[in-house]
């Protein structure tokens, strides 16, 4: 397991997907940052460095599927897999070694954003809600990115062309990225609205209440694209930032086991 391990990051080291998406990322926070401080000046506006800071993190969730997909993918068409299994290791070992390199890899990412993401304290200043509020937040999105990198992994290990799976993890996060700001939309809407009509405010009819709300929260809390929604829209409001973080951990192992069972069966030509 650990020689597998081993030779897995050797060679996610070595790899250019790899490293294109690492400072893809890193410019991406950074251009964010830029622009962020641009529109703050133009506008004259207030605008605190986590708007733009966490809201960059929306977009990880696409690029560990891509990133997923392809580095998966190789293995599969360069034969690498298959050899793993003829040398004498388990299937279980192969899929558990991808899993925890794919969860590096995420790390990697993660640490990309944190550093690009830094650039924009020359314009914002310091996170308005202060290093602590930074700490939860940014723990709470590395652990759904784990959740997340656990989705895929399985994904890449059921579709084994790379095109294919590219295609369907980015569909796929797209979804629940959509899912998870539509959720948080909902259970953030006001109570109360203003109406021109009457010139008071009244009842919003999109708020929801109840059983609804209660079981909005949970999916939200559960859904890894809706924890980093959270993060990203409500900076500012996140809670239960620990129940988020242990359902994190609890969907990856769950997750990562469904995926090594399917991978046992799976036929490798």
């Known amino acids: 397991m650990s020689n597998l391990l081993v030779a897995n990051i050797r060679r996610l080291v070595r790899s250019k997907i790899f490293w294109i998406c690492f400072v893809g990322f890193f410019c991406f926070t950074v251009f964010m940052m830029v622009m962020g401080g641009f529109v703050l000046k133009s506008e004259d506006a207030v605008i605190p460095l986590d708007h733009y800071y966490f809201q960059a993190m929306l977009y990880g969730g696409m690029l560990y599927a891509g990133f997923i997909s392809l580095y998966i993918g190789t293995e599969f068409s360069d034969g690498t897999i298959r050899n793993k299994l003829v040398v004498g290791h388990s299937r279980s070992e192969v899929y558990i070694a991808n899993v925890l390199t794919n969860y590096l890899a995420v790390a990697a990412f ?11 304290i020359p314009f914002f200043g310091l996170w308005e ?24 992994t399985l994904v890449a290990h059921w579709i084994t062309s790379k095109a294919i799976c590219a295609v369907i993890s980015i569909l796929l996060e797209n979804m629940f990225i959509i899912a998870g700001s539509f959720l948080y939309e909902k259970l953030y809407a006001p109570k109360m609205i203003f109406s021109a009509v009457n010139g008071t405010f009244i009842p919003n009819p999109s708020y929801i209440s109840g059983v609804t709300r209660d079981i909005f929260k949970w999916i939200l809390r559960i859904m890894p694209s809706g924890q980093i929604a959270e993060a990203a829209y409500g900076y ?9 973080i242990i359902t994190s951990v609890a969907v990856a192992v769950l997750i990562s086991c469904i995926g090594c069972i399917i991978f046992k069966k799976k036929d490798i030509k």
């Open 110 to 120: 993660f640490v990309a954003w944190l550093v690009g993401g830094m650039t924009g």
């Open 236 to 244: 500012a409001t996140i809670s239960n930032e620990g129940i988020m």
């Open 129 to 152: 809600i202060g290093i602590k509020g930074w700490i939860i937040n940014s723990s709470v999105i590395l652990f759904a990115g784990f959740a997340i990198a656990s989705i895929y």
